[in-house]
């Protein structure tokens, strides 16, 4: 084996391996993306949710009844 044979080998070793990495790198980019869209819509989701409790708070927790109404199981 040949000085240049053992280059070219080890050249279309280091691009097999270089292929590897950009499809790993790819594959995990897409996963970062799909786990930011799904952070973002929990964050809109939370902010939503502290709304309706802040809500709440503020009318006293009574969810619509009338302050003196006692619920229907009573």
């Known amino acids: 084996m040949s000085m240049n044979d053992n280059l070219e080998e080890k050249i279309i070793g280091l691009e097999s391996r270089l292929a590897f990495a950009e499809d790993t ?18 964050g809109i989701y939370c902010r939503e949710l502290k709304n309706k409790i802040d809500e709440l708070s503020e009318s006293g927790g009574s969810a619509g009844l009338g302050a003196e109404e006692r619920p229907p199981h009573y």
Not at 37 to 42: A, L, V
Request: aromatic share 0%.
């Open 25 to 42: 790198i790819a594959g995990l980019n897409a996963i970062v993306a799909d786990q930011n869209k799904e952070i973002q819509s929990i």
